[in-house]
């Protein structure tokens, strides 16, 4: 199984090309769960489409772009729409898909929505590529933590799907004390590593257990 864990969605960056065109190959197919977003910013289908439809999706271009750069076709990759999939219909584009793709926002929502349409199984199941951006990339871990921002008031650690299960990860990171302080509060109660990925500049690639890091990326361990 192929992991890999990303700031952004900009997956055709220079610093990223080469090494993952070993991996998004053209003939692949992609299911983008697009179940991320915040409460606040989404309310109903046409907040949804503001976000992520070819219509008029302010991500659209950049997720299915990134895609096409590798060369897979635009009408390979579907997105599982929260508002009109089933868990019928959703279960099946998870399934047939050779890549999965998790956007960035908010996981622990992310994850309510997976259990909400029963997709938690089927994502497990999946053995080929599993990436993701931001949410997308901490909800690969078995537990993740998030510091302290304006989304979330304070550390706390959250269940994740349970692909990788040897590291902690802390995403955008740009050396402040507050992810500092986070960091270190996970080497003292967790005892494992914890990879910091640059903001936009960093990336993780588990291959099969074995672990690559590129680009901006700092490791802490106990």
Known sequence: MINILLEGYDINAD???????????????????????????????????????????????????????????????????????TNDSAKQKVEKADIIYFTGGRPDRMMDRIKEFDLADALRKHKGIVMGYSAGAVIQLSEYHISPDKDYKEFQYYDGLGYLDDFYLEVHYRNTKVQNKAIHRVLAERGKTVYATAFMSGAVIVDNGNVKLLGNVKTFNK
């Open 15 to 85: 610093w990223l090309y080469d090494d993952l065109k070993n991996y998004i190959l053209p003939n692949c197919s992609v299911a983008v769960v697009a179940f991320s977003f915040r409460d606040s910013e989404v309310k109903n289908s046409a907040d949804w489409n503001l976000l992520y439809s070819k219509e008029s999706g302010v991500y659209y271009n950049g997720i299915v772009g990134g895609f096409t750069d590798y060369g897979i076709p635009e009408n390979n990759i579907t997105f599982v729409n929260y508002f009109k999939d």
